[in-house]
């Protein structure tokens, strides 16, 4: 099994910015494809962020981009997420997702990391 432990949530202004962290670890014989994240907010179904190939290869829903950058590092099997220009709408529990090597969907989450947005 592989663990994901999100870091850096917490409570910012609104414009402010915030870097989240996803750390992959537990059986390190299962190699890491995809990573990505996304958010749930109260009410509301869970919405996809940005998503990283292992090459480096990114992607984003229009309504993220210019505002979300995601990157990762291979070798610490670590995903980071960095939020600019945030508004009260972005308020939610940000989620980590990452996929096998041999898969096309997301098959370990974490937790989650709050991140609220005051106006």
């Known amino acids: 099994q592989v663990q994901l432990v999100e870091s850096g949530g917490g409570l910012v202004q609104a414009g402010g910015s915030l870097s989240l962290s996803c750390a992959a670890s537990?059986?390190?014989?299962?190699?890491?494809?995809?990573m990505g994240w996304y958010r749930q907010a109260p009410g509301r179904q869970r919405e996809w962020v940005a998503s990283?190939?292992?090459?480096?290869?990114?992607n984003y829903p229009d309504s993220m981009k210019g505002r979300v950058t995601i990157s990762r590092d291979n070798a610490k099997n670590t995903v980071y997420l960095q939020m600019n220009s945030l508004k009260p709408e972005d308020t939610a529990v940000y989620y980590c997702?990452?996929?096998?090597?041999?898969?096309?969907?997301?098959?370990?989450w974490g937790q989650g990391t709050q991140v609220t947005v005051s106006s």
């Open positions: 990283v190939t292992r090459g480096g290869n990114t």
């Open positions: 997702a990452a996929a096998r090597r041999d898969s096309t969907t997301y098959n370990y």
């Open positions: 537990g059986s390190i014989f299962i190699s890491i494809g995809a």
